[in-house]
């Protein structure tokens, strides 16, 4: 089963591409609470496409409701459940891409597994869209966990070769999400930019990393083996489409160094412990440390390009030339922040029992 | 909960470094297989220690006992359950370290965790000794697999800086696990053994990569969202100690390119519908392309190293310096191919339904 | 957590009594399958309130929209979200219930376990209204089985004193669904309707017992322990507010038996084993045995009743009479058989791997 | 899946009737208790046979030795496992019943289940004896329970026709499990007994009734819909071998009265909220009410029978007759009460989040 996660949180995301909804039910949450629906709504607008020139021109409004779960204007202990109705549908024929799937899409997989009953449309179940209801959950997540002290935040990381200054593992890690990029380096902004546009022009994408960070977390969360704060995030992340990589801390880096360099020796600080270096990333045995948790997510250049490219007719078993119409983003990095930190954050507080 | 995985195959793992007995607990195998024990003995061979100068001088013999779950010499339904007698226990002081905690370990996480009742006894849970039952696990179902086609090998991608040639992540994937290192580039074989030797003599540690691929898989495996195989795989490696990255087919790489550089065009290959490329690794909206799955896992070094270390009296709230006694790995990465399998192999049956 | 059930197929309930909508998600049906919507509405209807003075008064349609979860007419093997909108809802005051919990009802439990924030509008994720949703999924399943040839059918076993006639354990089990009211005995219905009336004359209510009956189910089904098909079930009938009881087979009147009365002797018949009885109620170990699976649930009365009730303010902590306004099912066995049956077929289904 | 159990306490019961051990594993107990073990070997005496003529003359010893999970003497926050040897399996012939499924048993279902791999000796999974793993679960949570002032107890309720005194649903519940037979009524122990004998003699055996209790609970424990104690509860009583039957509370006797009668109203008693009478039997809506819970549940008569019995040959697919040799229990009620007990506090356990 695909659509659901969690133990302590239990996240169901439902919904296709062009179906007449999608959309999210949250159950755990605890009662009583407020969401603060003004932020949630600023917060999903960092996934929002129709920006600007280096997103898609769809326009998603992403206008939300929520349609059970509250009581008097707060959480009453039922699941919460939100919906998006799906307004942009263009009824256009998809069935050209029906028949001869798209590469770097889920097009043929998801037909030998449906037997070809998958929704086509718009990507159906496999959407990038379905990063919205999770974005609501995250978004809500986030709300908690900033009560508790807990501060999510994301970079750019990289596009295409294009790199930002990485995070300072020991942080502080800056909220960069209100910049036209959210890059710790100003200077990076035109170049990402331009390469984006210079993918757009070309009919082509590029792809990217990002760096999330979560700060003012207590040691002692999670737990060893399967379920380790790694597993989960890892778990959650690669929920998002397009994501084919994730490192901790150091991440592959620790592999080509010596133990004395990447061990993270134990110091007092203001009468906590506290290591000196986090190369470890906030997580030692799947259980938090206290140090700030960071790790990277790699996602490919988005599969929808507009070029030409050579697929297979199912009906006819024939080899062809795909061309995709439609607008697509050509850089997903720049809209994927938010889902990264919703799933870490689902992930998280999942296991904050 | 975490030291359980598994839906269609149930994985429970038990034991700590120095109790009676580890173990695992395996449900959901079917009835009237036989288990090949002479093989699976020799797969876990490839975990144990003690082969030479390269690995701890410990001694486990691994010698499993299965106590239920079979009848007439077949499995029978039953859950079945397998024990390793801990045998080679130094019954010595664990005090120092039950106070000061070890960098890079969980110790500090643990005694958090579990208020100071975590049992630091050689690692406790958190040992990498717990690998073994989920080999035994791994090599079971690897037995199952394997009769359907499926096989899993590995390799050593890199110790520290130096790299062994890469997979073609079309294939073929050589079989090199009986070679004195488990590389396919013979030549890097002296190179990394210096390595690991220069760091054991200087009191260090080193880490490396490890590179998987799995062949002999149909199309339609799998799920979109969170329990697509990358999701599954990734949640099952990172239950290995030390692991702290881990990426599918292009992984990292794919964030630095184009698109139509990183997008696999399908093809017909002897009927079959294929890609040209592997760049997505096997795996196309969490779901399985036919095309082998290649992933790779970054292993930290060793954190126990012979050096001293400064850590923290967790008593007395006070600086001090460690120095760990003891047998230990200067470079794990050589006994953990086995675990990478059967990692692979218990997410990837489960999502064979 | 609470709104979700199961492994194979999975359900996951949301909404309150007076929400904006209540609805369910479904996950894992096949792909490729006729929904028939006629054959759906129908089977609602025998849970719609409002049909004649032995229900209540209130007129909920419970017309489903169907939001996700098809393409082109068919499943599509994403989740299938149904909502029913909540149209007659009173916005009447509450307050009085809020403060002084109804006898019978989960009120004061809710109030404890939520802090007080839990929707009292209507008994909120509480109310009966939740099993529409449930008949959604159960009434789906329902169709699936009956592809299969399972057949699931149910009639009013009791009302207050008032039996019909027993299900014979071996069959047939007559479709009864169409008749006033459901039952074997048509001699029964107006002794029943009258009690049902008496009692609503009297401001108060009447409980039952509904049997019911699972036919053409193959042998092997199920698992022994905690997942039986006796494990199922109850788990899933219990989710129907009012149920306190359950029996298979002979249930409690096989522990006033000697065995040799209870034990039920295989024989062949038409080439195929079967019992000769079936005081077993088709299931043995936790698995099915291909007999009609045979079970019971007791509903007590309905807790809402007119008269004045002694409870206690939470405000003032002191006690007090309390009055029922509203309209209510002097007794809801009569619109429950549907919950039964589709509980029972969400358990089956789900144990059918 | 089917021998574990369990969200916020797992519950892992492995082995077969005569595999070399059968055991448990048991996750999530908190870190730093002590176990009482001579408590718990005295809970488990109340399981075994061999006490007197009334029992089987098997001498299980059911002597258990915890063989991880444990530091310092104290729970270390790992799992804990406990295994007890199987040594009185007495190596006899069962290839008569391979081929020929005793009546009651779960032997036939099996063979269809595990296409006649299954483990035939003793039962295997399905034995009895399997639920001496659980009651060591049980004992243990039990006395987490007691702890926090929960107490868990039984009496035999029935044996076939002869009644002990109910209990009073309000309590209290005197502790009986030192007696003769754990009856409150001293005066039904020489009826009980003689009935027992007097199917013992006739190659016969008989059922019955337990009655269990838990006091000392807050209100606000559980859920609605599919995880409410009665789900719980009834999911893990259904797991003990033979039991066809459960009702909470006034159970199924509440669907023969009025409202007004089954209602409990609220009123207060030394600054509490309680009610007046126990109907409910402890749990409103699927969450506890602060009133003791109470449930009965219904045990058939044991199924192994010396009578010569009807069954058919497997392989022949013929008719023939079945003789049972051995030694059996001519009514396991006796024994079964820890196990309901143990059943009842997994459960409640595991709801206590």
């Known amino acids: 089963m695909s659509n659901y996660f969690g133990n302590r949180i239990k996240i169901d995301i439902f919904g296709q591409s062009h179906s007449k909804a999608i959309g999210v039910t949250i159950e755990g949450l605890p009662a009583g609470i407020d969401i603060d629906e003004d932020k949630l709504r600023e917060f999903l607008k960092r996934r929002a496409p129709g920006r600007d ?3 898609t021109g769809r326009k998603e409004a992403d206008e939300y409701e929520i349609i059970c779960g509250m009581a008097d204007g707060k959480t009453c202990g039922a699941p ?3 919906l998006i109705y799906n307004k942009d549908q263009h009824s256009k024929d ?12 889920a097009d043929y997989t998801a037909a030998v597994k449906y037997d070809g009953y998958n929704d086509i449309a718009g990507g159906g179940k496999f959407s990038g869209r379905l990063t919205a209801p999770m974005c609501i959950a995250g978004g809500i997540i986030m709300q908690l966990l900033e009560k508790e002290g807990i501060r999510i935040t994301s970079h750019i990381y990289s596009i295409k070769d294009i790199k930002d200054t990485p995070y300072d593992l020991n942080g502080p890690f800056t909220d960069v999400s209100n910049r036209e990029l959210p890059v710790l380096d100003k200077e990076v902004i ?5 390469a984006v546009l210079e993918a757009k022009n070309r009919l082509d994408s ?3 990393i990002i760096e999330c960070a979560i700060t003012g977390l207590r040691a002692g969360i999670g737990e060893p083996m399967f379920d380790g704060i790694e597993n989960l995030i890892s778990r959650t992340v690669f929920a998002i489409p397009a994501v084919k990589g994730i490192e901790f801390g150091r991440g592959f880096e620790a592999a080509g ?7 993270d020796e134990f110091c007092l600080s203001e009468g906590q412990i506290v290591t000196k270096t986090n190369n470890h990333g906030g997580i030692l045995g799947g259980i938090t440390s206290g140090m700030p948790i960071v790790f990277r997510a790699a996602f490919k250049p988005t599969p929808s390009i507009a070029r030409p490219q050579q697929s297979v007719s199912l009906s006819k078993m024939q080899e062809g030339t795909l061309e995709i119409k439609g607008r697509h983003d050509p850089c997903i990095v720049l809209r994927a922040l938010p889902c990264v930190e919703s799933a870490a954050a689902i992930a998280l507080y999942d296991a904050m029992t």
Chains 1, 2, 3, 4 share one sequence.
């Open 257 to 263: 160094i010596y133990g004395s360099e990447n061990n």
């Open 206 to 208: 590029v792809g990217g």
């Open 80 to 82: 919460l459940t939100a």
């Open 190 to 194: 035109e170049p990402m930019k331009a």
């Open 94 to 105: 998809y069935s050209n891409i029906k028949d001869m799937p798209r590469p770097g899409h």
């Open 53 to 55: 020139q280096l997103t």
